[in-house]
């Protein structure tokens, strides 16, 4: 089956650090990977994504790319701010898979300090 | 844009009731899901449906009911509330998995207190 591993957390840095998230999946034929955001509070915001292997998904200053070899798709930023603060979820869908879920992570919480 | 709406956000029940949570969208989408997220487990699928009038089990199932009767509703039926269904709960959406990379859009949440 379909399965997303995290970096576990919480993390802490503070602003103008650089920021890794670890993530690994296992899945049946090619997924597609997501980033997703959840600021508090709220509901899931996708932040990125990518498709195929060797994509590089972007957005707000953050970066992940999909390494087929190392099933992998870690995401970073160069310089966190404090409104980054937020949990992050890995997530991936199967093509070819009814339903289309995506299988989760179990979330990243990132804290900023000034 | 309204997206995904989810009623109620809070609620508090006591152990045996039973409530329904409502879900809408309004982007036209055939795919809708609800999940729901426990501390350190992300989030876990429950049930979902491809279209209007059909629904299918995910992850957890147990314990819960959904109904699709209009493409835009999805609701999301507790039958006698437990301790354990104590959670937050997420609606979603999307467009049919002709291409994985589809993007799901949630709701803003429901949080669910069983006492």
């Known amino acids: 089956g379909n399965s997303v591993t995290q970096m576990e957390g919480p993390v802490t840095l503070s602003e103008e650090a650089f920021l890794t998230i670890n993530c690994t999946y296992t899945a049946t034929g090619y997924p597609s990977l997501f980033w997703y955001v959840q600021y508090p509070g709220e509901g899931l915001q996708l932040l990125l994504k990518?498709?195929?292997?060797?994509d590089k998904g972007s957005n707000k200053g953050f970066e992940a790319t999909y390494r087929k070899e190392t099933t992998s798709f870690h995401l970073e930023k160069g310089s966190v701010q404090v409104s980054d603060s937020a949990v992050y979820f890995c997530a991936l869908r199967s093509r070819g898979t009814s339903g289309s879920r995506l299988t989760f992570g179990e979330g990243t919480q990132l804290t900023v300090n000034p | 844009n309204a997206g995904v709406t989810q009623t109620p956000k809070f609620r508090v029940l006591k152990t045996g009731q039973s409530m329904t949570l409502l879900c809408a969208q309004d982007m036209n989408h055939e795919y809708m899901y609800w999940y729901r997220q426990d501390p350190g487990m992300g989030l876990r699928l429950i049930h979902y449906s491809v279209g209007e009038g059909t629904t299918a089990k995910g992850e957890v199932p147990d314990g819960y009911n959904v109904s699709r009767l209009k493409k835009q509703n999805f609701l999301l039926g507790l039958e006698s509330a437990a301790p354990s269904q104590t959670s937050v709960y997420f609606c979603?959406?999307?467009?049919?998995?002709?291409?994985?990379?589809?993007?799901?859009?949630f709701g803003e949440g429901s949080w669910l207190t069983v006492v």
């Open positions: 979603a959406s999307s467009y049919p998995d002709s291409l994985s990379g589809n993007t799901i859009y």
């Open positions: 990518a498709t195929k292997a060797d």
